[in-house]
């Protein structure tokens, strides 16, 4: 799973070859994604430059399409957000490059 920064979505990527698929858009709300974080319920946790923290739910039926895309943290939080990781016990931990501040965000599995 990768963030394709330039054309505002999120790629996955087979690991064997072939052709990619497109998870997320513009359309579902992204702009200009840093960085993805894959969460151990397939969650895909995803940074934007903006200092949004967004959320993909992969369609259950199709693990190539994002269902929904939700926000979970805004730039009322962040300033300039460049990455994202999950912490041993699952918080979303995210750098701030403006504020030199690492936040971490609870993350509740299926939601």
Known sequence: IVADTGNSRILRIPALGGNFAVLATSANGLSSPGDVAVTPTGHIVIAQFSGAIKLCTVDETNP??????????????????YGVALSPKGHIVV?????????????????
Request: aromatic residues 6%; glycine residues 6%; contains cysteine.
């Open 64 to 81: 190539n399409i994002c269902e929904t895309v939700s926000t979970i943290a805004t730039h009322t939080i962040f300033s300039n957000v």
């Open 95 to 111: 750098p701030d490059r403006d504020t030199n501040k690492i936040l971490q965000l609870t993350f509740r599995g299926g939601q």
